[in-house]
């Protein structure tokens, strides 16, 4: 329903991504990647406070806001990016350097040891407008299979 909109506020605007140290919240902002199937990604440094938040705990949410006051929060699982074939996981990194040049500000390029990529097992969704008249959610039922992917295709969210 409201598909365009999300996928355009979380590729054109900074997140906040939110996780757990211990009993402590901690939020900072995170610039996502969105591939061609409108899956989540995340990039950061190997050695940060953060990776070890998400290894310990890997339930997370993430917040945008546009410029026009809509909000969009996204709840999830995050999972490391790692495939059998390391061609595979090369040839995504440079793809992410070529999409996001911003990241050559924290990295010296896609065979930098220290980039850490997560995607991001999103279970909820919600959409409010900035008049706060409409407010869509998908909860996507995670115990059946906690792995599902959440996408979207044509136009429309997915699961995969």
Same mark, same amino acid.
């Given at each position: 329903?409201?598909?365009?909109?999300?996928?355009?506020?979380?590729?054109?605007?900074?997140?906040?991504? $939110?996780?757990?140290?211990?009993? %402590?919240?901690?939020?900072?902002?995170?610039?996502?990647?969105?591939?061609?199937?409108?899956?989540?990604?995340?990039?950061?440094?190997?050695?940060?406070?953060?990776?070890?938040?998400?290894?310990?705990?890997?339930?997370?949410? /993430?917040?945008?806001?546009?410029?026009?006051?809509?909000?969009?929060? /996204?709840?999830?699982?995050?999972? /490391? +990016?790692?495939? *059998?074939?390391? $061609?595979?996981?090369?040839?995504?990194?440079?793809? *992410?350097?070529?999409? *996001?040049?911003? *990241?050559?500000? +924290?990295?010296?390029?896609?065979?930098?040891?220290?980039?850490?990529?997560? %995607?991001?097992?999103?279970?909820?969704? %919600? +959409?409010?407008?900035?008049?706060?008249? !409409?407010?869509? %959610?998908?909860?996507?039922?995670?115990?059946?299979?906690?792995?599902?992917?959440?996408? !979207?295709?044509?136009?429309?969210?997915?699961?995969?």
């Amino acid at each position: 329903m409201y598909e365009k909109e999300v996928l355009d506020i979380v590729r054109n605007n900074k997140g906040f991504l $939110a996780t757990l140290d211990g009993e %402590q919240p901690r939020v900072r902002p995170m610039k996502p990647y969105v591939c061609e199937h409108g899956r989540i990604w995340l990039f950061s440094r190997l050695l940060t406070k953060k990776v070890d938040e998400i290894h310990n705990h890997d339930r997370v949410e /993430i917040c945008f806001v546009s410029d026009e006051q809509e909000v969009v929060r /996204i709840s999830g699982r995050l999972d /490391i +990016y790692n495939s *059998m074939d390391p $061609a595979k996981v090369t040839e995504f990194k440079e793809k *992410m350097f070529r999409e *996001m040049p911003d *990241m050559s500000h +924290y990295f010296t390029g896609p065979g930098d040891p220290n980039v850490v990529i997560y %995607q991001l097992h999103v279970y909820h969704v %919600q +959409y409010t407008t900035k008049d706060c008249d !409409v407010s869509t %959610q998908i909860n996507i039922h995670t115990e059946d299979d906690p792995d599902i992917l959440f996408g !979207v295709n044509d136009g429309r969210f997915t699961l995969s």
